[in-house]
């Protein structure tokens, strides 16, 4: 996959800006504010981490800028176009905790559903296909079903699925959320390895300090009631960073600073 | 599978007993004749049986296959475009609740050949095969959508990529319970259509001989055929789907359950209401216009409402209207209300006793699917003519499918509420007290709703069959005084009542939760 450009660039364009954005949501007569005037830049080919407490928003965050939910307030623009139109180009790619497949495709043509969906020849991309089925470790169950998959499996269908389009900008929401911590940790070295060989911003949502530390370039921590930014602390590790960086005494101290952040009031 | 061999061999032993009480006891072999009896007479006249076997099947394979598309393409349209299903709402209750045996007189006055019994099988599988199909499409994994929208993809990426396909298993649960229908809307279809060769003329010719062998063969010979076609479909339901759907009878689900109306405006829901309700009428006339059949022998809409109201005999004809009610509606009503009861009854018992439930829920979920006209030649031999006849059919028509599905609403209480129970040393009769009766109470209104135009279906059939009273005879009697006036009046009003009576469920149903 992305051959063309180096990947994580420093001093690139905005390449997602959320510009005062507001949500609230209206349920049997009372409305909550899910999110207030939420400001955020990320850069191109940068990889940011979202986390907080449950119900804090991110998620909603994330469906505003893959246009599934519209803002009432502010602007979401990515790459200077509005999530509608550049969705529609292809160039968005999605992982949501639920691999959402669709239980009648094969893995082959669940990973084909977006091209298809934008209406491209699937057939041309067949190559493609096959070689992000095989990146995610799946080489020989091109034709299985998901009901024939393990969990895990199922989940590196859906990240492959979200390649596809061979997106320059990439939403996770908790992708793996639904693992155990053993395959998550082996999922989040093959998510590291697939976004270092793209050209790929991310924007990833988790509840897992030690993921979003150790995929991220930078982690913006949420907090809840009204749905607001309360941090965003870099991080500093060089890349590419090794699996051993898990047990490193600085990941640790990072990884406290952020539970730090977490806590209720402990932000500042 | 082990389940299948016991339920045969139930089967297998009730029949052994039943032969021999029949060959010692002439009195029951008087009134049920005998096993081998009712063989003997399907070889003996199988020059019968096959050809007029052949004409319901034929009817109610067209009916089917027709009825189906129709529902499916609607059910699509539905889905696509939610403003169009609630406009047709009105047609949707009314022809899911209508008794289909008002509709064949009228048929017959309109088309000629087997085209009637056609129509009404069409008609009578339409709602079961559409609403299963809308529920499918609707009820599907949301995520799904978002992959898809996230791709820039609409309303018709969704149906196309997701919507469809989700849907195969309802589409298949909703062609089961239709196959049976099928059979029962030709059979309906042949009573006063005079048409030569099908189920219903030849048990419409042979009642006056009262020959319990034939009578009781030709009941058999019906549900053959009926649980034949709903075996089939539930096979391939079986073999397509992969995992066995659950015995759900959600084909069955009431037009409410549906419609999504809550995001128009006050206006637009007014509007829609107002094309919902006057719909069915103004395809009533479109359809006649188009057809331009003579107006005396199909009267449209506003002349069957002067017709009730001021026409020439109206007086009479509303004299006579409301004696037929009078007798119709309290029988219904009784048939509702005992049959409702009783299954509730019988359903909560068998929480109580697991395995006995297993027994009875495969044949239950058999009689259910049985033609109810089957059911004539039994009631007949058992009550003769008279009012409980009527009752017992109103009854017996209700019993199955409130059995079936309060059993459901019974075996969807949570297992945690009932060990609650157990926990603090509580015995079953108290499991069932506290919990399970108060938490499947809720579906005695879904029940309500689905038996109610079947209890009016099922007295109208006796009434036209046995005890010569009632709408169901007065219709028959209409037919063959060439009153054609009074045939299309009396289906408007049945009609008009049944979908009264549905209504008046769900706003009770809303009063109460």
């Known amino acids: ?268 | 599978m082990r389940e299948h061999i016991k339920t045969v061999l139930w089967i297998f032993a009730v029949l052994l007993l039943w032969e021999a009480a029949a060959r010692t006891m002439p009195a029951v072999r008087d009134v049920v004749a005998s096993p081998s009896l009712i063989l003997a007479q399907y070889g003996s006249s199988a020059d019968l049986y096959i050809p007029h076997l052949l004409g319901t099947v034929r009817s109610a394979a067209f009916g089917f296959l027709f009825g189906n598309l129709v529902a499916v393409v609607a059910a699509i349209l539905f889905c696509r475009f939610p403003s169009v299903e609630v406009a047709f709402r009105g047609v949707n209750i009314a022809l899911f609740a209508m008794p289909p045996i008002v509709i064949g007189p009228v048929l017959a006055v309109i088309f000629s050949d087997n085209l009637p019994q056609i129509i009404l099988a069409a008609l009578v599988v339409y709602f079961p095969t559409m609403a299963a199909t809308l529920v499918g499409m609707r009820d599907i994994d949301p995520r799904l959508l978002d992959v898809i929208r996230t791709y820039g993809g609409g309303r018709n990426a969704i149906l196309r990529f997701v919507r469809l396909r989700s849907a195969l298993p309802a589409i298949l649960a909703g062609l089961r319970t239709a196959a049976p229908l099928s059979v029962l809307g030709a059979i309906l279809g042949e009573f006063g259509s005079g048409v030569r060769w099908g189920l219903g003329s030849f048990l419409l010719g042979s009642l006056g001989d009262a020959d319990p062998a034939r009578l009781l063969g030709i009941g058999f010979a019906a549900t053959a055929v009926a649980s034949a076609g709903y075996g089939v479909f539930a096979w391939i339901g079986r073999r397509t789907v992969g995992a066995t759907v659950a015995v759900t009878i959600a084909a069955d689900r009431s037009p409410d359950t549906i419609a999504g109306a809550d995001r128009y405006s006050l206006a637009q829901r007014a509007a829609l209401l107002i094309v919902a309700v006057s719909l069915p009428f103004v395809l009533w006339w479109l359809i006649l216009r188009v057809s331009q059949i003579s107006p005396i022998i199909a009267p449209g809409p506003m002349e069957t409402l002067r017709y009730l109201a001021a026409g020439p005999g109206g007086a009479e004809a509303r004299t006579a209207l409301l004696a037929a009610l009078g007798q119709t509606l309290p029988l219904a009503g009784l048939g509702l209300v005992g049959g409702i009861a009783a299954a509730f009854v019988v359903a909560s018992l068998t929480v109580l006793r697991p395995a006995a439930a297993k027994a009875i829920l495969p044949v239950a979920m058999l009689l259910q699917s049985m033609p109810l006209v089957a059911l004539v030649p039994l009631v007949l031999l058992l009550f003769d003519r008279d009012t409980a006849a009527t009752v017992v059919m109103a009854v017996l028509v209700v019993f199955f499918p409130a059995y079936v599905m309060l059993s459901q609403g019974f075996a969807l209480v949570p297992r945690e509420a009932r060990e609650l129970v157990r926990v603090y040393g509580g015995s079953r009769t108290q499991e069932l007290l506290l919990v399970s009766v108060p938490y499947a109470a809720s579906y005695l209104f879904a029940a309500a709703k689905l038996v109610a135009p079947r209890a009016l279906l099922g007295v109208m059939v006796a009434e036209w069959l046995l005890s010569g009273k009632g709408l169901g005879n007065l219709l028959n009697a209409s037919r063959g005084l060439l009153d054609y006036d009074m045939v299309w009046a009396g289906a408007v009003v049945s009609i008009l009542i049944s979908v009264a009576a549905y209504e008046a469920v769900s706003m009770i149903e809303t009063l109460v939760r």
Not at chain 1, 209 to 233: K, Q, T, Y
């Open chain 1, 1 to 268: 996959m992305g051959d063309e450009q180096p990947a994580a660039q420093a001093h690139q364009p905005a390449d997602l800006s959320i510009e005062g954005v507001s949500k609230t949501f209206h349920a049997r007569g009372r409305s909550v504010l899910a999110l207030s005037s939420i400001t955020l830049k990320i850069e191109r080919g940068s990889f940011v981490a979202l986390i907080g407490p449950s119900g804090c928003g991110k998620s909603t965050l994330l469906r505003l800028v893959a246009g599934l939910e519209e803002p009432d307030d502010g602007a979401i623009l990515v790459r200077n176009e509005t999530p509608h139109s550049f969705r529609a180009r292809g160039e968005l790619g999605i992982a949501f905790q639920d691999p959402a497949l669709l239980p009648w495709r094969t893995v082959r043509r669940n990973v084909g559903l977006p091209l298809q969906v934008l209406g491209k020849k699937r057939q041309a991309d067949r190559e493609r296909i096959d070689a992000l089925i095989e990146l995610v470790g799946l080489t020989g169950y091109a034709d299985a079903l998901p009901g024939q998959l393990s969990g895990g499996m199922r989940q590196r269908v859906a990240i492959a699925r979200a390649l596809v389009t061979n997106p320059s900008m990439l939403l996770l929401d908790e992708p793996f959320g639904a693992l155990d911590q053993i395959l998550r940790r082996s999922m989040n070295l093959e998510l590291r390895r697939i976004w270092m060989g793209s050209a790929t911003t991310a924007l990833l949502v988790t509840h897992s300090i030690d993921e979003a530390a150790f995929l991220a370039d930078a982690v913006v921590v949420m907090n809840g009631g009204p749905g607001r930014i309360i941090d965003h602390i870099a991080i500093p590790f060089p890349r590419p960073r090794a699996p051993g960086l898990f047990a490193a005494p600085e990941f640790h101290t990072l990884c406290d600073r952020l539970a730090a952040a977490l806590e209720p009031g402990g932000a500042r």
